[in-house]
């Protein structure tokens, strides 16, 4: 079993991410010790806001608004997940699985040890984020969740995730600034979609972002499936506010924002928003309007 880490080379001059780095050393049992990079932005005493990526990016993707957050006075921490941007790379996707990430995850939190946090995530931030908020609900003082969802294997997933699915499974070169670009309603920027490859040199790095979507529980047999079950029954709990914001043109996570609205506590009497001009990966779309959501959640705290 191979762990691989990406040259600091491959992340010079980066447009708008000159982020100093920071690690967190996290074990495996098979793998051994492995470095987890995350960023951790403004000043040590503000409210904390915890930014998850999902797939197939890293912290990048939240590069704009990390910077906005931060100079508004909170501390930002936007991890990479492992297999992901700065953090090592296991290179076997059988090195991977949904319980493997969110126990590297829970080490993470565990380490920087957050109070009152609020958690702001996106796609499998979300599978993740909201599984650490289901284990340690005494972290956070509140969630944002947007374009995301808890999946229990039950039900019809749409048909565009499972194109998707099938498409990560066989293409033979994993484009993943591609992905990005694809399913962004703006243009990226010169050196963007340069960016979003950055984290790997070849083929060999990708492992972790080519499963990720055969992970996600779409049957009730599925790894994760009961412990996202375990999550919803303490999210059915959870009374601190919990908002959503999803955008107005994304495929696969359209509607879903109604589960939360139906099932968590915290969601009522919530601004809930649909975001107007984003795609799947909102962040790149409408960083602007998403910080300002963030900071106006935090100031109702």
Same mark, same amino acid.
């Given at each position: 079993?191979?762990?691989?880490?990406?040259?600091?080379?491959?992340?010079?001059?980066?447009?708008?991410?000159?982020?100093?780095?920071?690690?967190?050393?996290?074990?495996?049992?098979?793998?051994?010790?492995?470095?987890?990079?995350?960023?951790?932005?403004?000043?040590?005493?503000?409210?904390?806001?915890? +930014?998850?990526?999902?797939?197939?990016?890293?912290?990048?993707?939240?590069? %704009?608004?990390?910077?906005?957050?931060?100079?508004?006075?909170?501390?930002?921490?936007?991890?990479?997940?492992?297999?992901?941007?700065?953090?090592?790379?296991?290179?076997?996707?059988?090195?991977?699985?949904?319980?493997?990430?969110?126990?590297?995850?829970?080490?993470?939190?565990?380490?920087?040890?957050?109070?009152?946090?609020?958690?702001?995530?996106?796609?499998?931030?979300?599978?993740?984020?909201?599984?650490?908020?289901?284990?340690?609900?005494?972290?956070? $003082?509140?969630?944002? $969740?947007?374009?995301?969802?808890?999946?229990?294997?039950?039900?019809?997933?749409?048909?565009?995730? +499972?194109?998707?699915?099938?498409?990560? %499974?066989?293409?033979?070169?994993?484009?993943?600034?591609?992905?990005?670009?694809?399913?962004?309603?703006?243009?990226?920027?010169?050196?963007?979609?340069?960016?979003?490859? $950055?984290?790997?040199?070849?083929?060999?790095? %990708?492992?972790?972002?080519?499963?990720?979507? $055969?992970?996600?529980?779409?049957?009730?047999?599925?790894?994760?499936?009961?412990?996202?079950?375990?999550?919803?029954?303490?999210?059915?709990?959870?009374? /601190?506010?919990?908002?959503?914001?999803?955008?107005?043109?994304?495929?696969?996570?359209?509607?879903?924002?109604?589960?939360?609205?139906?099932?968590?506590?915290?969601? %009522?009497?919530?601004?809930?928003?649909?975001? /107007?001009?984003?795609?799947?990966?909102?962040?790149?779309?409408?960083?602007?309007?998403?910080?300002?959501?963030?900071?106006?959640?935090?100031?109702?705290?």
């Amino acid at each position: 079993m191979t762990v691989l880490r990406t040259p600091d080379t491959q992340f010079e001059n980066l447009p708008d991410y000159s982020f100093t780095q920071h690690y967190t050393v996290i074990n495996d049992s098979a793998l051994g010790d492995m470095r987890l990079h995350y960023v951790d932005e403004g000043p040590r005493n503000g409210r904390i806001v915890i +930014m998850m990526h999902g797939e197939p990016s890293w912290s990048y993707l939240y590069r %704009k608004m990390i910077t906005q957050v931060a100079n508004a006075g909170c501390r930002v921490l936007a991890p990479d997940l492992i297999g992901f941007g700065r953090s090592d790379k296991p290179s076997a996707q059988s090195d991977y699985s949904y319980s493997g990430h969110v126990d590297w995850m829970s080490q993470w939190l565990e380490a920087v040890d957050t109070r009152d946090a609020v958690l702001f995530c996106q796609d499998w931030g979300g599978l993740i984020g909201l599984r650490l908020v289901a284990k340690y609900p005494e972290r956070f $003082a509140g969630v944002i $969740a947007a374009n995301t969802f808890l999946p229990t294997g039950q039900g019809s997933m749409p048909d565009a995730f +499972m194109q998707w699915r099938e498409f990560a %499974k066989v293409i033979p070169e994993f484009p993943v600034g591609g992905v990005i670009r694809g399913a962004t309603v703006n243009d990226l920027g010169p050196g963007e979609e340069a960016a979003y490859n $950055a984290p790997y040199p070849d083929e060999s790095y %990708k492992a972790g972002a080519r499963i990720f979507p $055969a992970l996600v529980p779409i049957s009730p047999d599925m790894d994760g499936v009961d412990d996202n079950l375990n999550a919803w029954d303490v999210l059915s709990r959870f009374d /601190k506010p919990f908002l959503t914001a999803f955008s107005d043109q994304d495929p696969i996570t359209a509607g879903l924002d109604k589960h939360f609205h139906s099932r968590v506590p915290g969601c %009522k009497g919530q601004p809930h928003q649909i975001v /107007k001009g984003g795609g799947h990966f909102l962040q790149e779309d409408v960083p602007d309007a998403l910080s300002q959501i963030i900071l106006e959640f935090c100031e109702r705290l």
